[in-house]
């Protein structure tokens, strides 16, 4: 690649980069403005925001909820992606076909059938309303499966000559091997029920359940709220999202690098 080249491409990823990064950097900006668009006030919008209603207590809701459901596709998507991946039972063909299906349905299709389904059972306005329904995702299940299709399968032949049961299989050999895709269903799974504001607001009724993107909505219908304080709500939000992503970055660029190596 000439010099020219390397300029342009930079040129371009660097614009690009601008583009993802300006929103985040005004709302951040907007946060620590007035009301009246005068001098920068350094935490008094974060004050007022976190004084207002239950903001800690729908803070502590979405984690609950977000990281209960990410562990759960964790745990559950790699089980379910092994076992079709790599057993030989039947209907696993199905069973795959019927997750890889499910992903061209619109999520919002399934909220009378959940919700159906959830009150029937006695769920509803409960943190297991927000956490069962979600627990295992087609994504998730379509993932693993061609994950771990891709793995070679020599180690695990070891292991049951060593007379290895298959959950050690699985959680000692297979699972440290797809530390790239489960940190890339974590960080997909976390920020999706994170920022999810359709479920929560049709499953739950008491404001002691809301998840933050219904109370902030609650709290801006309801008190009112300025541009500011609204900005300064946001960013608070956005800080989980962006600390999951920080913490599974490097599991996301070991995978790379790895398959660039063995490429």
Not at 52 to 58: A, C, D, Q, T, V
Request: overall charge positive.
């Amino acid at each position: 690649m000439t010099k020219s080249s390397r300029a342009a491409a930079f040129i371009v990823m660097v614009a690009v980069m601008a583009s993802m990064l300006f929103p985040l950097l005004y709302m951040v900006w907007l946060s620590f403005r007035s009301e009246t668009g005068g001098a920068i006030i350094p935490v008094e919008n974060y004050k007022a925001i976190l004084a207002r209603g239950r903001l800690w207590l729908f803070l502590l809701n979405s984690t609950i909820v977000a990281v209960a459901v990410t562990v759960g596709n964790l745990v559950f998507c790699l089980m379910t992606g092994y076992a079709i991946a790599r057993g030989k039972f039947a209907g696993s063909g199905v069973l795959y076909l019927s997750a890889a299906a499910t992903l061209m349905i619109p999520s919002h299709i399934l909220i009378i059938p959940i919700y159906m389904l959830v009150s029937k059972i006695g769920l509803f306005d409960t943190y297991w309303a927000l956490i069962l329904p979600f627990m295992v995702s087609p994504l998730g299940v379509f993932l693993m499966t061609q994950y771990i299709r891709g793995l070679p399968d020599d180690c695990e032949q070891a292991a049951r000559i060593d007379g290895a049961g298959e959950f050690t299989i699985l959680f000692r050999i297979v699972a440290p091997l797809c530390r790239p895709a489960l940190a890339v269903l974590a960080i997909q799974t976390f920020m999706t029920n994170w920022n999810s504001f359709v479920f929560p607001f049709i499953l739950t009724s008491r404001p002691e359940l809301y998840t933050l993107p219904v109370g902030m909505a609650m709290i801006q219908g309801m008190q009112g709220m300025g541009t500011p304080q609204l900005m300064a709500g946001c960013t608070i939000t956005t800080l989980p999202v962006i600390a999951v992503f920080l913490f599974f970055q490097r599991q996301i660029v070991e995978g790379i690098t790895a398959g660039a190596v063995k490429g």
